[in-house]
C-alpha cells in the first residue's frame, strides 16, 4: 500500500484546506484509514479515522471542524479543515490500517501504512 498526501500550505486562522490522500494497494489493507497530525516536540496523535463502513473518530480538538470523507471508486480520502487555529499547525499524515484484526481507530501503532506527510501553517 502506498499513500501519497497533498493539500497543505500556509493559511490565516479561521481558514479552511482539503487534505488528499491518494492510495494504492489492496482495497483490504485500507479499509480503515486515518489522518494523523505531528507538531514540532509534540507525539503524532489521530486526528480523524475512517473505516469502510462509515463509522468515524474525531478528535475532541477537531470535532465540527474537520471532516473526513473517502472516494473509494478514486482510491482517494480527503480531510476537510475548517475554521483553522494556529494550534492546528502540525504535519498531516494520511496512514492505513492494514491488518483488520486490529479496531480501526486512533491508536497510532496499529496503523501499518504512513505517507509521507503535508505540512499545514495556520498563523
Known amino acids: 500500500v502506498q499513500l501519497v498526501e497533498s493539500g497543505g500550505g500556509s493559511v490565516q486562522a479561521g481558514g479552511s484546506l482539503r487534505l488528499t490522500c491518494a492510495a494504492s494497494g489492496p482495497s483490504y489493507e485500507r479499509a480503515c484509514m486515518g489522518w494523523f497530525r505531528q507538531a514540532p516536540g509534540s507525539e503524532r496523535e489521530g486526528v480523524a479515522i475512517?473505516?469502510?463502513?462509515?463509522?468515524?473518530y474525531y478528535a475532541d480538538v477537531v470535532k465540527g471542524r474537520f471532516t473526513n470523507s473517502r472516494d473509494d471508486a478514486k482510491n482517494t480520502v480527503y480531510l476537510q479543515l475548517n475554521s483553522l487555529k494556529t494550534e492546528d499547525t502540525a504535519m498531516y499524515y494520511c496512514?492505513?490500517?492494514?491488518?483488520?484484526?486490529?479496531?480501526?481507530?486512533?491508536?497510532?501503532?496499529?496503523?501499518?501504512?504512513w505517507g509521507q506527510g503535508t505540512q499545514v501553517t495556520v498563523s
Open positions: 475512517l473505516d469502510a463502513d462509515g463509522s468515524e
Open positions: 496512514a492505513g490500517l492494514g491488518d483488520s484484526r486490529y479496531s480501526c481507530g486512533p491508536a497510532r501503532s496499529r496503523f501499518t501504512y
